[in-house]
């Protein structure tokens, strides 16, 4: 498939499944007596919890219901055409066999499979395309994690970077993280788990134009169709994300140049070169995992927004939160089999 061949498939695939799943997933939104306001995901920023306690959690993951096979098959019954998986979020760790950071599912917790691998094997099995989230700059885990030269506490912890156990902010240089760790994770993703439909990358605001562009040109030099979303920050992108759950009513009618300092698309449409837009939404409130959380939205909604967004030639990206042994719950299961288009 050459990239004409990937856009046209993006533009006609309108409908995909997001899966959120981690160590996070293990507190389900909970700390020490202390709920998280929003995202369950951002719970270690939310509630400042220190890399030492947190790595605890791996030795507890061991998700014995875990099947890949299940996950797929449940998003090609519901009509989805394409599987995005956090391979790495916020709190740096790795949802695969990475040979770049021991702080991964493999080396780190007793479950010791290679969940990425798991997925990639399911999604060619069950004719689904495959793509990959990872936090590219975030990254709590390592001393020179991103977010730090951002002063305003807009996000779902204390801070977007790790205040906690790194509070000098003059010590940080994210040129480090993304040498040691961004660059190889990046390309280990690339190398190992097959074709990949997309990177789904996010929060950009440390990162330069220079680093933008420099990990834009290793997905295309080693996966040259593989679409890249527009939170890899500075303009290297091939499609737009919309704000987490946006269901905007038009797209632009024109080129809408990108202002000076303008690094991403976080919120808000930004022009698409090739005419790709995207938006990732939830089934209730949180992205992972929140067992209080019954703030569901009824199939009929699923079905209007998607409805909506497909009218304008944008996808929709459904997320799934699966708990902590694996399993996706049964309300969101019973959500996207009522919603199946």
Same mark, same amino acid.
């Given at each position: 498939m050459d990239?004409?061949?990937?856009?046209?498939?993006f533009?006609?695939a309108?409908?995909?499944?997001?899966?959120?799943w981690?160590?996070?997933?293990l507190?389900a939104?909970?700390y020490?007596?202390?709920?998280?306001?929003t995202?369950a995901?951002?719970?270690?920023?939310?509630a400042a919890?220190?890399n030492?306690?947190?790595?605890?959690?791996?030795?507890a993951?061991?998700?014995?219901?875990?099947?890949?096979?299940?996950?797929i %098959?449940?998003?090609?019954?519901?009509g989805?055409q394409?599987?995005?998986?956090t =391979?790495k979020?916020?709190?740096?760790?790795?949802?695969?066999?990475s040979k770049?950071?021991k702080?991964?599912?493999?080396?780190?917790? @007793?479950?010791?499979?290679d969940?990425v691998?798991?997925?990639?094997?399911a999604?060619?099995?069950?004719?689904?395309k495959?793509?990959?989230y990872?936090?590219q700059?975030?990254?709590w885990?390592? @001393?020179h994690?991103g977010?730090?030269?951002?002063?305003s506490t807009?996000?779902?912890?204390?801070?977007?970077?790790?205040?906690?156990?790194?509070?000098d %902010?003059?010590?940080k240089?994210?040129?480090?993280?993304?040498?040691?760790?961004i660059? @190889?994770?990046?390309e280990?993703?690339?190398?190992?788990?097959?074709?990949?439909?997309?990177m789904?990358?996010d929060?950009?605001?440390t990162?330069?134009k220079?680093?933008?562009?420099?990990?834009?040109?290793l997905?295309?030099?080693?996966?040259p169709?593989?679409?890249?979303n527009? %939170?890899?920050g500075?303009?290297?992108?091939?499609y737009v994300?919309?704000g987490?759950?946006?269901?905007?009513k038009e797209?632009?009618?024109e080129?809408?140049?990108?202002?000076?300092?303008?690094?991403?698309?976080?919120?808000?449409?930004k022009?698409? @070169?090739?005419g790709l837009?995207?938006?990732?939404g939830?089934?209730?409130? =949180?992205?992972?995992f929140?067992y209080?959380?019954?703030?569901?939205?009824?199939?009929?909604k699923?079905?209007?927004r998607r409805?909506?967004?497909n009218s304008?030639?944008i996808?929709?990206l459904?997320?799934?939160?699966?708990?902590?042994?694996g %399993?996706i719950?049964s309300?969101?299961?019973?959500?996207?089999?009522a919603?199946?288009?």
């Amino acid at each position: 498939m050459d990239k004409t061949d990937q856009i046209r498939w993006f533009k006609e695939a309108k409908y995909g499944m997001m899966a959120h799943w981690g160590l996070y997933s293990l507190l389900a939104g909970e700390y020490r007596g202390r709920r998280v306001k929003t995202y369950a995901e951002w719970i270690q920023s939310h509630a400042a919890i220190p890399n030492a306690e947190y790595e605890r959690l791996a030795g507890a993951f061991n998700p014995i219901y875990f099947d890949a096979d299940e996950w797929i %098959r449940l998003a090609k019954d519901s009509g989805m055409q394409y599987f995005v998986f956090t =391979s790495k979020h916020h709190d740096g760790f790795a949802m695969y066999h990475s040979k770049a950071d021991k702080f991964n599912v493999v080396d780190a917790t @007793p479950f010791k499979r290679d969940v990425v691998g798991e997925l990639a094997e399911a999604c060619y099995k069950h004719g689904l395309k495959f793509g990959l989230y990872y936090s590219q700059e975030l990254d709590w885990h390592h @001393p020179h994690g991103g977010g730090y030269d951002q002063l305003s506490t807009d996000c779902a912890g204390v801070s977007w970077d790790n205040s906690w156990d790194y509070p000098d %902010r003059t010590q940080k240089d994210f040129s480090i993280c993304f040498e040691e760790k961004i660059k @190889p994770q990046v390309e280990e993703l690339l190398r190992n788990y097959g074709e990949l439909c997309l990177m789904w990358f996010d929060v950009p605001h440390t990162i330069t134009k220079a680093q933008s562009l420099e990990l834009n040109q290793l997905v295309k030099r080693i996966q040259p169709n593989c679409l890249i979303n527009s %939170r890899i920050g500075n303009g290297a992108y091939d499609y737009v994300s919309l704000g987490d759950n946006e269901y905007p009513k038009e797209l632009p009618k024109e080129r809408i140049e990108k202002p000076e300092g303008d690094l991403n698309s976080i919120s808000g449409f930004k022009y698409s @070169p090739y005419g790709l837009y995207e938006t990732a939404g939830t089934l209730n409130s =949180s992205w992972s995992f929140k067992y209080y959380d019954q703030r569901w939205i009824t199939p009929e909604k699923v079905i209007e927004r998607r409805e909506r967004l497909n009218s304008m030639g944008i996808n929709y990206l459904l997320n799934v939160g699966p708990d902590g042994l694996g %399993r996706i719950p049964s309300f969101s299961q019973e959500i996207l089999r009522a919603a199946k288009p």
